[in-house]
Structures are given as C-alpha cells and as structure tokens.
C-alpha cells in the first residue's frame, strides 16, 4: 500500500508526458495503482519549487500507447480518488469547430456533449444511484483557480467553450463536424468524457484546460499530406503555436497549484453524492459505493 496523500493532480495527454521525460518537470514515479477496475495509468509525484501535485499520463508512458477510446477512465480517477485527491484538471489539445479560437490558443471549456459510445461511463452499475445533475459540469472554484492563474501568467484565453467528445480514434468527418458545429460544439476533442463525469460520481472537483492544436476537418480547405500528423489538417506556423501552449504546461500547472491553495471559490462537488447519503443508500466509505460489474 502506498503512502502518497496529495489533493491536487493532472490528468494530461502524450505531450504533457514528454516534457515530464525531458525533465521540464521532475517528478517520482508512484507508479500504477490497482483497482477494482485493473491497473491504473502510472501516476508521478511532482514536487516543484511552487506546487505538490500528482500526474498521471492519460494516454500511457510510451508516446501514445493508449488511444481515447482504450484508456481506463475508472481505474485512472479511482486511482487519483485513492491516493487523496480532491481536485483535477485534466489538460488536453482538441480541435476547434468554432474558427474564432486561434490554434495554440487555451480555452476554459464550460460544457460537454457526449458523442461517444460503448465507453464504462459510470462507478455505479445496476446499484440505483448516480442521478447526479450536471450543471454547473465543471467545478467552478477550479475553473476560476484556472482563470486566475492564467491572468497572472498574462496568458490570453477563453473562458468559454462546449467540448464535444468523439469516440474516436478516428477524427471526425466533415458532416460530423458540421453537426457538432448546429447545436452549439465549440471544440472538438476525444478525453473528457466519461473522466468529467467519475469524478464528479466520486465527489472530486474537475476542471478542463484545453489548448485548440489544429482547426476541426471542413472548417478549413486543407490538402491532405499523408505522413503527417492529422495528415495536413494543421499548417507549420499552427504546430508552432501548439508546442508554444505545451511549453508552458508546467508553469501553468505551477501556478494553478499554488492558486488553488488560496482559492475562495465555494463549489458543491463534494457533495454530488449526498442525497444517497442521506437516504442511506451509501455509507460514509467511498469505496462500498463502487461495484464492481
Ligand atoms: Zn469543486
């Protein structure tokens, strides 16, 4: 049994995990965490001159091992939920359907529509619990800690945007987007759900930062370039403006540590499960409220 006890963790991409390797952050490896639901992620502790926070890298250690649809939500947030962790955010690149986002450009994504299918999307299986209403849908203290610490890093981004999440991990077609796009999709990406919504089953706050990497397919005239990431769908001078939002993924996680510290938010997300609670459905020990089936 480990002995790690750290409110604060990031659930991040590939990329976010390169600049772990490359020493950019210098973190301990806790390694993965068993779970009711199998082995999560491995998880770092990261103690830097601001902040204490764990890491764990969404999509494995090794590049991109694990595509979206393959990572194991559960286990990852129950892993996080084990070792203390009361506040997450999770950072992540999609695309842009909205073509007022600039690529490179971070948003504070403020609602989701959940386009994916076959995904294990709750901690409560045929256990008659788990009506959790869902909006705000992200912690709002956290996403004012992420605001904040933006503005002090003089950062420009959006404090808006609707994420849709794709199944993936193929990108969307033309038409898909142009759907996305009817009922309101700002963003495109393949991450946050089911993550936003266990954690909020296991009453932890969770808040996205996304950073826009390329521009979402028929929004733009783009030829396609076989060999390419996303096959030509992103130009040099945009991949230039991603890796810039990536490289500052550690001051930015520093600082939204040291913000949360100080934060006078007031949010309710560790009481999504209270009615259950009170009804006496569940007791006082998460881990009875988890089954495993
Ligand atoms: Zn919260």
């Given amino acids: 049994m480990n002995n790690v006890n750290v409110p604060f963790a990031v659930i991040g991409g590939s990329q976010a995990y390169d600049l772990l390797q490359k020493g950019s952050i210098r973190g301990e490896r806790v ?6 639901f199998g082995p999560s992620q491995p998880i770092y502790h990261i103690r830097d001159t601001l902040g204490e926070m764990l890491f764990l890298s ?5 590049g991109y091992s694990l595509t979206a649809p393959f990572v194991n939500y559960r286990a990852n947030i129950y892993a996080l939920k084990e070792l203390g962790v009361k506040q997450i955010v999770s950072w992540s690149g999609p695309g842009a359907i909205n073509k007022t986002y600039q690529v490179g450009e971070y948003v504070v994504v403020d609602d989701v529509v959940d386009e994916t299918h076959g995904r294990e999307s709750t901690f409560y299986k045929n256990r008659g619990i788990g009506f959790i209403r869902q909006s705000p849908v992200f912690c709002p203290a956290l996403r004012e800690s992420i605001k904040e610490s933006l503005g002090n890093l003089k950062i420009n981004f959006s404090d808006k945007g609707t994420y849709v999440c794709t199944q993936g991990p193929r990108l969307e077609t033309p038409a898909e987007i142009r759907k996305y796009k009817s009922y309101g999709g700002d963003l495109v990406g393949m991450t946050l759900v089911p993550e936003v919504f266990l954690a909020k089953e296991l009453e932890l706050c969770y808040a996205a ?3 826009v990497t390329n521009y979402a397919e028929g929004t733009v005239d783009r030829t396609f370039k076989p060999g390419e990431l996303f096959e030509g769908l992103s130009s040099d001078t ?3 403006a991603v890796e810039r939002a990536v490289s500052q993924f550690p001051i930015v996680i520093d600082e939204i540590a040291k913000n ?8 309710q997300c560790a009481s999504s499960m209270e009615r259950y609670k009170k009804r006496g459905d569940i007791g006082p020990d998460w881990h009875d409220w988890v089954r495993k089936s």
Avoid: F, S, V, W
């Avoid at 390694?31 to 009711?36: C, F, V, W, Y």
């Avoid at 969404?58 to 090794?62: M, S, V």
């Fill in 238 to 240: 945009e991949r230039k």
């Fill in 209 to 211: 930062i996304c950073y």
């Fill in 31 to 36: 390694g993965e965490i068993q779970t009711p």
């Fill in 58 to 62: 969404r999509h494995g250690e090794k």
């Fill in 260 to 267: 949360i510290k100080q934060q006078k938010a007031i949010c």
